[in-house]
């Protein structure tokens, strides 16, 4: 079964999976505007997308995390992979 993606449509238990710095802190920092990344201490737990996902998105350049639509940041997304991949 296919599911499409609806913008601010998904399931309640997302609105709080994600939360930014910004909502911790009231000073301004290099990292206020990146997701908020918990501590975790086990091997599994740092393999969920709650960790995962978090730090992958702080991974990523402001320009790519500020597009708006879907389909150009998939395509903007597949250019840096190919473009990270092939600098190192």
Not at 14 to 33: G, W
Not at 61 to 78: A, Q, Y
Request: proline content about 3%; hydrophobic content about 30%.
């Amino acid at each position: 079964m296919y599911f499409r993606f609806v913008k601010y449509k998904l399931p309640q238990i997302f609105s709080t999976y994600f939360t930014k710095n910004s909502m911790f802190r009231t000073y301004n920092t290099r990292t206020k505007e990146g997701l908020r990344i918990d501590f975790i201490r086990s091997s599994p737990g740092q393999r969920c997308i709650k960790y995962k996902g978090s730090v992958l998105w702080n991974l990523l350049p402001d320009e790519l995390r500020n597009v708006e639509s879907t389909k150009s940041f998939r395509n903007k997304l597949k250019q840096f992979c190919i473009d990270s991949s092939v600098n190192v």
